[in-house]
């Protein structure tokens, strides 16, 4: 009975390790590609002003201080925009209502190597009620029309959505992104001392 016991216990640590650090830890994705000039002419084509009372801010370390975020962690986006950039549609009180995230080619994003493109656009989200109002788009447009390309090659530029998130998939292709292939990892994330650090097994090159 006393090893029945032990297995049992054996099994149960086993699958609570398993559902809290690595079931949750496992990402699927799709990767997509577009050329930035075709981006930019379609999404020109569906292009809508931001919603009144609302504007584009450019995130820094100086003026994170003056926007509340309640939609992500603003050090994350901190985080990527050292390499990258970091965006932000904001209100009047200075709420963040959208943001973006991204980083350059031979320089790291969240799960990837950025190699095979010159910009990887790593997230964007828009808070609930706001969405449906275009903001996500203009994000995107205004985006890639002030990237800075010091290196260019192919002005590509790429992401990485999960297949289940039809929307932002449809948002894409409707731009010009191209679905490449698709990627599993294990993605581990530690904040400590105010930094994230990121664990992923395997690393691909996007």
């Known amino acids: 009975m006393k090893i ?3 297995l049992k216990e054996i099994k149960h ?3 609570y390790y398993y559902v809290k650090y690595v079931k949750h830890a496992i990402h699927n994705y799709y990767v997509f590609y577009a050329d930035s000039t075709e981006l930019l002419e379609k999404a020109q084509e569906k292009l809508c002003p931001l919603p009144e009372g609302l504007r584009l801010v450019k995130l820094t370390h100086e003026n994170k201080h003056l926007y509340k975020c309640t939609i992500d962690d603003m050090d994350k986006m901190l985080y990527f925009s050292v390499d990258g950039e970091s ?3 904001v209100d009047d009180d200075n709420n963040v209502v959208a943001f973006h995230y991204g980083t350059y080619r031979g320089t790291r994003s969240m799960f990837y190597n950025v190699k095979n493109c010159d910009f990887e656009h790593v997230s964007i989200q828009v808070d609930k009620r706001y969405q ?4 996500a788009l203009y994000l995107l447009y205004h985006i890639v029309k002030n990237l800075k390309y010091d290196d ?3 002005k590509r530029l790429g992401t990485c959505i999960k297949p289940t998130n039809i929307k932002s998939i449809k948002l894409h292709e409707l731009i010009g992104f191209k679905k490449s292939h698709r990627v599993i990892l294990i993605h581990i994330r530690r904040k400590k001392d105010g930094r994230y650090t ?3 097994i395997p690393r691909y090159n996007i």
Do not use: C, D, Y
């Open 198 to 200: 990121f664990t992923n």
């Open 132 to 135: 449906r109002k275009g903001i």
């Open 4 to 6: 029945v016991s032990i």
């Open 87 to 89: 965006w932000l549609v």
């Open 13 to 15: 640590r086993i699958h």
């Open 152 to 154: 260019v090659k192919n």
